[in-house]
């Protein structure tokens, strides 16, 4: 329980409506995609980087954690309260403060919707490419503290990418500003990159400088299914050996089709194992081009079927058989456990053999689908936690899973980082010296350990 | 006996909630006031807290869950499809149960409970229309009719009727032998507030031989009361309804008000009881136009030379039963409209029922973005399938100081058909 005392400071800083020690606003703050739940002591909803330096000067000096928060959607329990203390929201920091259409750059508030600030842009000609599924909800925050990507990064990256500049509030309390508006800057270390993806533990995000492309005149969406996961992955490289980057390389294994057939009425042939759904954006001129060359590229590989959209209907009819999977697979089994591994992208049917083996040995349903243009596998482990011993099995199967990554060059996570999810792993991917290097650059800017601890790392 | 399920048998319900956070994009509540606890994620945390013991229900725990205009727009959007609003209004009644009906929740149970009661109120509302826009004395009785935050807050209400709809329309109008018979379900708003929406339903379907039923005995449909939590009313009316419904024997029940639609297709639907049976006869009204014909007929008429520019709102109950082309249909085959599709037509207006009256400010709040869009459009007229939507959408006009009209769908076909 926290003071009366602090939460009076709180108070003091951000005025009584945007301090609750309410228990409904704890239990609303308790929990994230992760469905895990730890109740905080308090919620506090700041508006600026000053309200938080005074936050954060406080909390380190009387040693409160504090865990920051953007919408709640994280896949690791990153945001979550896990030792009690304060959850800071950045809801409240939702401007867009500037877009430079001269110099291709915006400026943002952390808790600006991804979605919002996509079709924002866009309306100028200009471009955000990263995408994660959760876009329209998530916040640019938490996409720069988790360095989200979506199926667009095979050809433009992922966020880290395209954030030039940050402003952040150190844990002790400090504002400090990393890189800036140009696009090129070398003086000193390049503290934005190691914000990126730190999952709110090193500073408190509450400006991004993002830089933008001119948005693309058109893009074509095409569908292609194949015999075996080994023509869709060597499909993938022949489309990118023949020096064509699509924007788009989403791939789905052949028991994610399966549950997509039984569970929706969309058209898919019995013959199909795996399928890719590829999209190429650009100018109007080249794009069929580029599918038609794709297209002859990849009909030897065992081509089942090739769907290419000619209207935006058509296209979002493609899409929507990707979009079933989430829905479909609950039908399978009512629990899921949805990890983000990657592997180099030629490895992607040897991994996936490698997760059918796991599925069949654990006899639990495991269902892969993801991003085939760089190696980032969705393996959802199907399970029903009723069931006495399921939960149990499918962790040692993850683990497993993880470990076959590893062996393959891969990583455990390519998308929704460790918070606390897989802290327990670390060891498996980081040696203890790399660890002790990075542990060392927390301590470094978090002495107290104060702010958003036991994440990653686990505490000991 | 209808009986409502309690929040308890909405367990397994709540824990399909995966906490994704999805929700967050489809909730208008929640957009205008960026709080967990006004999200579909949050309402539904705090009802399975309630549920498992882990907090009562106290003020802002009742505050967050009345915070919702259940309009279903989250369940709608939700990869597990959570019923939320039906989820909130389970909570509802349980905090009804508990702590006894709002002094609002009373009135709302009290009026539309006793028709005759509603019929007496119209009429002093229709000689007071005027009256209703200035603030009455403390002590006027009427404030306890009319919820004060609706007299204070400077709504513009349209006028009600001298004469409801239902008092002045026969019981029974024959249509051509071999074509269905259908009852008319009106609805409070068409029959207290638009008269002549009832006119031109009846004139639609007089156009196209079909026999229209007019129970006069049939009640409000129940929503108020589900949302103010007033359970035993909502069982009461849909028993009423039931019964007037079916006296005589019709192929289908048509509403004109979205509302409506859903009240008899979704929440008697959920009953238990014979009351359920009522839903799969129900059909919007132009639903049930184009299956008979209706396209064809009016792309029999001529086109008028200079048309209306006209763009339509999905008002949310039609919305997430799937029912969005239809209306759209109708509204394109009319030959004096030209059509335009405005942005976010499928957003909630803001109304949410009694939810406007406990929270104008965020009802307006919402309705504003709306008027925008109407506004963008370049639209003269925004029409809509629901008396509810027509009301906040002029109101909300009003306030943003535009020129548009809010209709319904049903007076431009009036226009359109030969007398
Ligand atoms: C349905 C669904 C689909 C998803 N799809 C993808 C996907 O395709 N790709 C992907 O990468 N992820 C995906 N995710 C995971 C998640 O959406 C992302 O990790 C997202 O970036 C989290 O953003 P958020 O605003 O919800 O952050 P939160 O969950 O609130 O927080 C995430 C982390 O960021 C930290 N944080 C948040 N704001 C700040 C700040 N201002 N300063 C410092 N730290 C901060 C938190 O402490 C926490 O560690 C998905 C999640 C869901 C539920
Ligand atoms: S209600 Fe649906 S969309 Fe919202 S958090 Fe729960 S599962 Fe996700
Ligand atoms: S029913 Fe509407 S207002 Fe209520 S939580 Fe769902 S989206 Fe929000």
Redesign the interface.
């Known amino acids: 329980m926290i003071e009366a005392r602090i939460v009076r400071i709180l108070t003091g800083i951000l005025g009584k409506e945007h301090v609750s020690t309410e228990k409904a606003d704890l239990l609303c703050y308790s929990y994230d995609a992760t469905q895990q739940k730890f109740l905080p002591d308090v919620v506090v909803h700041p508006a600026t980087a000053a309200e938080i330096s005074l936050i954060m000067k406080m909390a380190n000096s009387e040693k409160i954690p504090v865990f920051p928060r953007g919408a709640g959607s994280g896949f690791s329990g990153g945001s979550l309260p896990t030792k009690g203390g304060i959850v800071l929201v950045t809801e409240r920091m939702n401007r867009i403060l500037e877009i430079d259409s001269e110099n291709l750059v915006a400026t943002v508030e952390p808790g600006v919707v991804t979605e919002q600030f996509q079709l924002v842009v866009e309306k100028l000609g200009l471009f955000y490419p990263p995408d994660p599924a959760s876009l329209k909800f998530s916040t640019l925050g938490g996409n720069v503290a988790e360095c989200a990507g979506g199926p667009r990064c095979v050809k433009y990256g992922v966020t880290k990418d395209f954030i030039i500049g940050l402003e952040i509030v150190t844990p002790q309390g400090d504002i400090i500003t990393t890189g800036g508006p140009t696009m090129k800057g070398v003086v000193g270390y390049d503290l934005t990159k190691l914000i990126c993806g730190s999952e709110g533990t090193l500073g408190i995000i509450t400006r991004i400088i993002i830089k933008l492309l001119p948005l693309p005149e058109a893009k074509q969406t095409m569908l292609v299914m194949f015999a075996s996961i080994d023509g869709a992955a060597q499909a993938v490289s022949a489309i990118i050996g023949n020096k064509i980057i699509p924007t788009t390389l989403e791939f789905m294994d052949g028991r994610t089709i399966d549950c997509v057939r039984k569970a929706t009425n969309l058209e898919v042939p019995e013959a199909a194992r795996a399928l890719l759904i590829i999209e190429v954006d650009g100018d109007r001129e080249f794009l069929a081009k580029q599918v038609e060359k794709i297209a002859a590229v990849i009909q030897p590989l065992g081509v089942v079927e090739t769907r290419i959209a000619k209207t935006p209907a058509e296209s979002e009819a493609l899409w929507q058989i990707r979009r079933s999977v989430s829905a479909s697979l609950r039908k399978v089994n009512p629990d899921k456990f949805n990890e983000d591994i990657c592997v180099p992208r030629s490895k992607v049917p040897e991994m996936i053999r490698k997760v059918d083996a796991i599925s069949e040995k654990y006899g639990i349903p495991i269902v892969n689908f993801g991003h085939a243009g760089d190696g980032n596998i969705h393996v959802n482990v199907m399970i029903d936690k009723k069931i006495p011993g399921e939960a149990e099995k499918a962790e040692k199967a993850i683990e497993e899973v993880f470990k076959g990554a590893l062996t393959l060059g891969g990583t455990m996570s390519g998308e929704h980082g460790v918070g606390i999810a897989k802290a327990p792993y670390i060891p498996l991917e980081i040696t203890p010296k790399a660890a002790d290097y990075m542990k060392a650059i927390k301590q470094a800017l978090d002495p107290n350990n104060i702010l958003n601890p036991g994440k990653i790392f686990l505490d000991n | 006996m209808a009986k409502l399920k309690d929040l308890e048998a909405y367990r397994e319900e709540i824990e399909?909630c995966?906490?994704?956070?999805?929700?967050?994009?489809h909730c208008p509540v929640f957009g205008a006031e960026?709080?967990?606890?006004r999200v579909a994620r949050?309402k539904i945390?705090?009802s399975q807290?309630v549920l498992d013991g882990?907090?009562d229900f106290?003020a802002?725990?009742m505050e967050?869950l009345s915070q919702c205009l259940l309009c279903g727009s989250c369940g709608a959007g939700c990869?597990?499809?959570v019923p939320t609003e039906e989820i909130v209004a389970a909570a509802r009644r349980r905090i009804a149960q508990e702590k006894g009906l709002s002094t609002f929740g009373k009135g709302v149970a009290a009026v539309i409970g006793r028709p005759k009661l509603m019929n007496a109120l119209a009429k002093t509302g229709g000689k007071l229309s005027n009256l209703l826009f200035k603030k009455l004395p403390e002590n006027s009785g009427l404030r306890l009719r009319f919820p004060v935050p609706y007299l204070e807050s400077g709504r513009t209400l349209p006028p009600f009727t001298d004469k409801p709809f239902r008092e002045r329309c026969p019981d029974r109008i024959e249509g051509e032998a071999g074509k269905p018979t259908v009852a008319f379900f009106t609805g409070c708003g068409i029959n207290y507030m638009y008269p002549a929406v009832g006119e031109a339903f009846l004139k639609a379907l007089k156009f196209l031989g079909i026999t229209v039923i007019i129970p006069k005995d049939q009640a409000c449909c129940g929503l108020p009361a589900v949302a103010a939590g007033a359970g035993s009313t909502v069982e009461t009316l849909a028993e009423q309804n039931f019964a007037a419904l079916t006296r005589e024997p019709v192929d289908f029940i048509l509403t004109a008000c979205a509302s409506c639609n859903a009240g008899l297709v979704k929440v008697y639907g959920d009953m238990e009881g014979e009351c359920a049976e009522l839903g799969p006869k129900t059909r919007d009204i132009f639903v049930f136009l184009l299956e008979q014909g209706l396209a064809e007929k009016l792309a029999e008429l001529p086109r008028a030379a200079v048309r209306k520019v006209v763009t339509y709102h999905d008002p949310c109950h039609l919305r997430t039963q799937g029912i969005t082309q239809e209306p759209r249909a109708v509204l394109k085959a009319l030959p004096q409209v030209e059509y335009v599709e405005m942005e976010n037509a499928g957003t909630c207006c803001g109304l949410g029922g009694t939810y406007s009256v406990y929270h104008y400010e965020n009802s307006k709040k919402i309705g504003a973005l709306k008027a925008g869009n109407i506004e963008t459009s370049g639209a003269e007229l925004v029409a809509t399938d629901c008396p509810g939507c027509i009301m906040q959408l002029q109101d909300s006009i009003n306030h943003a100081g535009g020129k548009q009209r809010a209709v319904h769908i049903l007076e431009l076909l009036n226009e359109a058909l030969p007398d």
Do not use: T
């Open positions: 399909q995966v906490k994704c956070g999805a929700c967050r994009a960026r709080r967990e606890g949050g945390a705090l807290a882990e907090i106290d802002k725990v967050d990869p597990n499809k």
